[in-house]
């Protein structure tokens, strides 16, 4: 049974063989539907239950929905139905943080960014820079980065993308973190997830 999307929900529900959870978050639910299923789903990594298949049921068009190619709203809540789960890369961060959305590296108190970054063994920057963006792949190795521009392109992919610095700030679906850390990684968990998708 699935619950009503109009209250932001995480609802298991049956589809076959495999146990699902419908994310359901609304714009009225105090953080970002990206960063609501973002914990949902580092709660089962946390548990060790990555067998179960997640349904996003995004309220609007989202990081994450565009990251994954879903719908949002009605067509999302019919998918989260009837559709078939994927398995996609997880990526997480050295805090137990999933991402799929978007993240940024910062420099603190709006200061650029000084330091460097790689993914894998590729530079993205190494010097001073607005930002660094960071988003999940749907295929291997998993994950890319790129400094902050406003043109597309610019990515470079791997299995991790790292960051050091000086000044670094993360801000990860939208929340900024306020600590001031020495580096900063997203990377590839062990183990992939299960999206339901198109």
């Known amino acids: ?9 995480a609802a298991t529900a049956s589809a076959g063989a495999a146990p699902r959870i419908v994310v359901a978050p609304t714009d009225s639910d105090a953080m970002a539907p990206d960063a609501f299923l973002a914990r949902v789903v580092a709660a089962l990594m946390k548990l060790e239950r990555l067998d179960v298949e997640v349904a996003y049921v995004a309220p609007h068009v989202t990081a994450a929905t565009g990251n994954y190619g879903l719908p949002h709203g009605d067509a999302a809540m019919r998918l989260a ?12 961060d050295d805090a137990a943080t999933v991402l799929v959305g978007r993240a940024r590296h910062l420099g603190a108190a709006g200061e ?3 330091g ?3 993914a894998d063994s590729a530079t993205i920057f190494d010097g001073t820079v607005r930002a660094v963006e960071i988003e999940p792949l749907t295929v291997e190795p998993g994950v890319r980065g790129r400094r902050a521009r406003a043109l597309p392109g610019g990515w470079k992919s791997g299995r991790a993308v790292q ?36």
């Open 112 to 114: 650029k960014l000084h």
């Open 1 to 9: 049974m699935l619950d009503d999307p109009s209250a932001g929900s």
């Open 81 to 92: 139905e009837t559709g078939t789960a994927q398995q996609l890369p997880l990526i997480r």
């Open 163 to 198: 960051t050091g610095g000086t000044n670094l700030v993360v801000e990860r679906e939208g929340e900024l973190t306020d600590r001031v850390v020495k580096r900063s990684t997203f990377y590839r968990h062990h183990i992939d997830w299960r999206l339901v998708r198109p």
């Open 116 to 118: 460097e970054c790689i």
